[in-house]
């Protein structure tokens, strides 16, 4: 069992920026892929940024690309999303999740383990 805790959402203005923070508990974090995600009210839940389990390769979302960093630190079994330059359209829950094996996954079904969520709310 992985426990996931992320942090770091709040209300801000455009073009301001945003540090969420996942912080993992029960298993190495170097065990795992992981991915940001975020969901709507009523809405199903989109991928955001992914990284694979040594944090060498990463993918974003295109409507991210350029204003967002995903990041993870073994070391400390936490993984980062840094968000910038941010828009109103960015406003949702954002989810972290794990999933077991090196490789990491767009697709949320191939998640093993979800945090509660962190709400980011981003004024015009």
């Known amino acids: 069992q992985v426990q996931l805790v992320e942090s770091g959402g709040g209300l801000v203005q455009a073009g301001c920026s945003l540090r969420l923070s996942c912080a993992a508990s029960?298993?190495?974090?170097?065990?795992?892929?992981m991915g940001w995600f975020r969901q709507a009210s009523g809405k199903g839940r989109e991928y955001v940024a992914v990284?694979?389990?040594?944090?060498?390769?990463?993918y974003y979302t295109d409507s991210v690309k350029g204003r967002f960093n995903i990041s993870k630190d073994n070391t400390k079994d936490t993984a980062y999303l840094q968000m910038g330059s941010l828009k109103p359209e960015d406003t949702d829950v954002y989810f972290c999740?794990?999933?077991?094996?090196?490789?990491?996954?767009?697709?949320?079904?191939?998640?093993?383990?979800w945090g509660q969520g962190t709400q980011v709310t981003v004024s015009s």
């Open positions: 990284i694979d389990r040594s944090g060498g390769s990463t």
């Open positions: 029960g298993r190495p974090f170097s065990n795992y892929a």
């Open positions: 999740a794990v999933r077991s094996g090196p490789w990491a996954s767009l697709r949320e079904n191939d998640y093993n383990y």
